[in-house]
């Protein structure tokens, strides 16, 4: 016989950074010990509090988890379970040495909410985690604090207590200067949900979803004015979700703009800055028309798609009126940014395709800023595209011809850079922000805000039990976000780091701010040696260098007021407390 291990005595607690990610077979690494949780005013501080219970032979045995928090700024904590996620598809052949795992399997992703004094139930046999996230926007509120978390089980016996160290600086970070953009789906929200586009359901979907980006530092939306021509299959269709109201009148057309009004109402509400057009040619060559559809006496009918090619003059007549009515309009009712886009992601055999389209419509977008998501140096060097979205694992060209674009990653860019798949260590996610601020990079894009559906949306998926598209895509590529209950969305692991990420790049822009922009870099580029496949691989690097970023900040603000500043980590603690469990 083999010698058996002793069996689990007793509950073990492990308090754990946001870098790290909680699989049920393996112990986690500590957070560095002394390292206080600290940031601005807005931003959302995190934590995690993993768990593994004693040997048992049933749940019932394990009792129930009574998570609470203490302080004066316990009523301000937010705690969530990490949820494990089925990933059939986790890295593609091929890639490359920085994943965490590669095999399928249940991995840490989704953050389900605890309602304020919900017991949590542990599970037999395996390690669980607790996620407390803190955000304060109260100056009065600013300074030292300290957090007290504790677990007691069902009969109020403490199972765990520690303190936290909490720093929120008196001051607000600057607002993302750079465009962030996700595409929000917003068929997705009317599938999953089963509400009939644009009803006031649906609506009520378009805001919360939105908020929830806003509150990742998107700040620009894709907005369909047509139902967006992307991940279609040829000669198929997504569920409609047009905007802009199209009537034949006489020889023209007659268009209302009141839902667009509505959705521009929704951007405004949620800060957003920027609205992207939808694509004017299909995706991969724009060789054809997307889906548009108008309005006639006998019901509303499909007038262009798969079936109509991009040179059909019949389109060119409708963009004739349509163009310039829709630009007027956003000139009258948006003091935002505007974006248009051809086609996404033409490859360098499409190059005639994509010129050829884009000059059925050139002269109605004089003037406009034209973007397109592309990987091919010679869209830009020909002028075809004004404003190219590089790929990150094809920018070097770029950059080498004195170009710092835009920049997107996405499926195919699963070997040496930052991405947020979920078979990723959390620093591959946190690392873009200071990336794109090294870089000068003007703009970020990611395809997949809520994309529930199967590759070339072929049919609607279960986020919460196929997170790969239906194995196409690398398990977390195509969203972000879960469609909790009550049209609430529900966050996952990679979205609270991308907000840090973003919430890095804000940090970084106020310290150039205040000194200048080679000072602000030196504090994150390693040397000089950080570069789109070039970083750091020590998650203690991402956590300690933004300590270094904020300190120099607060310095920067003493040296201009003169004076330290109220509520910087010098500052005491103010009275008062509170609790949340």
């Known amino acids: 016989m083999t010698d058996r291990p002793t069996p689990r005595q007793d509950w073990t607690f492990q308090l754990v950074d946001t870098l790290e990610k909680v699989f049920a077979d393996e112990c986690p690494a500590p957070m560095a010990a002394g390292a206080p949780l600290s940031g601005f005013l807005g931003e959302t501080l995190s934590v995690q509090l993993a768990y593994l219970p004693p040997a048992a032979e049933s749940r019932s045995a394990l009792g129930t988890l009574h998570p609470r928090v203490d302080g004066p700024l316990a009523h301000l904590v ?23 795992r590669d095999t399928p399997g249940l991995y840490p992703d989704l953050l389900r909410p605890v309602p304020s004094g919900t017991p949590v139930r542990p599970a037999v046999g395996y390690w669980q985690a607790l996620w407390f996230d ?242 091919d140096f010679e869209f830009a060097r020909s002028g075809a595209v004004d404003t190219p979205i590089v790929a990150t694992n094809h920018v070097q060209e770029f950059l080498d011809h004195g170009h710092s674009p835009w920049v997107y990653y996405c499926v195919s860019q699963h070997r040496d850079v930052a991405n947020r798949f979920i078979g990723l260590p959390s620093l591959r996610n946190r690392v873009l922000g200071r990336q794109l601020f090294v870089a000068g990079a003007p703009g970020f894009l990611h395809w997949g805000f809520n994309f529930w559906a199967a590759q070339y949306s072929a049919r609607p998926i279960d986020p919460f039990t196929d997170t790969s598209a239906d194995g196409a895509f690398p398990a977390g590529d195509p969203f972000i976000v879960y469609p909790g209950p009550d049209g609430q969305p529900w966050p996952s692991i990679r979205y609270r780091v991308f907000a840090q990420a973003m919430d890095d790049h804000r940090a970084l822009q106020l310290l150039r701010d205040l000194t200048d922009a080679a000072t602000a870099r030196a504090t994150v580029d390693q040397g000089g040696t950080l570069g789109y496949a070039t970083f750091s691989y020590d998650r203690e690097h991402y956590l300690r260098s933004r300590r270094e970023v904020d300190a120099a900040i607060i310095a920067a603000l003493a040296r201009r007021d003169g004076s330290p500043v109220p509520g910087t980590p010098m500052a005491a603690s103010r009275p008062g407390g509170g609790t949340a469990g």
């Not at 509120?141 to 403490?158: I, M, P, Y």
């Open 78 to 100: 937010q705690v969530s379970t990490v949820e494990l996620v089925p990933c059939a598809l986790v890295a593609f052949d091929g890639h490359d040495e920085g994943y965490l």
């Open 134 to 375: 803190l955000e304060v926007t109260d100056p009065a509120l600013a300074g030292r604090h300290e957090l007290r978390v504790s677990v007691a089980d069902g009969d109020g016996v403490t199972l765990f207590e520690a303190s936290l160290e909490v720093v929120v600086h008196p001051v607000e970070l600057p607002a993302l200067d750079i465009v962030n953009t996700h595409w929000l789906h917003a068929d997705s929200l009317a599938e999953y949900y089963d509400v009939p586009v644009f009803s006031e359901e649906h609506w009520d979907l378009l805001d919360a979803y939105l908020g929830a980006a806003a509150r990742m530092r998107v700040n620009s939306v894709l907005t369909p004015t047509w139902t967006p021509p992307l991940d279609t299959a040829v000669g198929s269709e997504r569920t409609p979700v047009q905007l802009v109201g199209i009537t034949p009148d006489g020889g023209g057309h007659v268009f209302d703009f009141d839902l667009l009004g509505r959705w521009l109402g929704l951007c405004r509400k949620h800060a957003i800055t920027t609205v992207e057009i939808a694509h004017l040619f299909t995706q991969w060559g724009a060789t054809a028309t997307p889906a548009i559809y108008v309005r006639t006496p006998a019901g509303t009918e499909r007038r262009f798609g798969w079936d109509v090619p991009a040179t059909d003059p019949r389109y060119r007549a409708l963009m004739a009126e349509l163009l310039p009515a829709l630009r007027a309009y956003l000139a009258e009712h948006w003091d935002g940014g505007v974006l248009f886009h051809i086609s996404d992601e033409p490859r360098e055999h499409m190059l005639a395709d994509y010129r050829a389209a884009r000059a059925v419509v050139e002269d109605l977008l004089a003037g406009a800023t034209v973007v397109d998501a592309l990987s």
